[in-house]
């Protein structure tokens, strides 16, 4: 099936407006060849509270970072697919996006310990060529969240890498 995906694609630039190690490890185990295009929107720009529910944020930022990037791109006549995503994690009803302080990551990750919470991802495509299109979806998934001793979680939040993952964590790739 990749073989058929990759051979409509062909004719295709394809931009990951993303620099997350994460996001690359996906596309390149799809098989698609492309250029990482990082985006410049800033994340924090948007009002959380505007949103009246997590999703809706989540699918606004995925969608701003493709928008930047096209915008960018624009005078770039190929034919392209740019693909955004941002991901956040609900805890109690509040998100929680990248923590910008070591301190903020422990208090995040002692939030989460022991506890359920939400995952949202956000995925955002712009396909232009003679023609444009829009396309945007998301995933939620719920995460039970282990127990893990204070000790620990302070060593983990002391280190660079919470820094860069919504909620201070990553699950997964």
């Known amino acids: ?12 630039e394809i931009h990951l407006a993303s620099a997350s190690p994460r996001r690359k490890t996906i596309l390149n185990h799809v098989g698609l060849e492309f250029t990482v295009t990082p985006s410049t929107f800033d994340e924090t720009s948007l009002d959380k509270k505007k949103f009246k529910h997590p999703k809706e944020f989540v ?11 096209e915008k960018r ?6 034919k392209r ?12 009803g509040e998100i929680l996006e990248k923590p910008l302080t070591k301190e903020n990551a422990l ?4 939030r ?3 506890k359920t919470h ?4 956000g995925v955002a495509m712009i396909i232009t060529g003679n023609f444009v299109l829009f396309h945007e979806f998301f995933e939620c998934t719920e995460v039970e ?6 000790p620990i979680i302070a060593i983990y939040a002391a280190s660079e890498e919470p820094l860069d993952k919504a909620g201070a964590i990553r699950i997964g790739i």
């Open 81 to 92: 697919i740019v693909i955004a995503a941002d991901t956040i994690v609900v805890s109690n």
């Open 118 to 121: 939400e995952v949202y991802s």
């Open 112 to 114: 989460l310990n022991a």
């Open 1 to 12: 099936m990749i073989h058929v995906v990759k051979h409509l694609l062909k004719d295709f």
């Open 59 to 69: 699918m606004e930022c995925a969608k701003q970072k493709a928008l930047s990037v």
């Open 107 to 110: 208090l995040m990750l002692t």
């Open 73 to 78: 791109l624009n005078g770039n006549q190929n």
């Open 145 to 150: 969240f282990g127990y893990i001793p204070p």
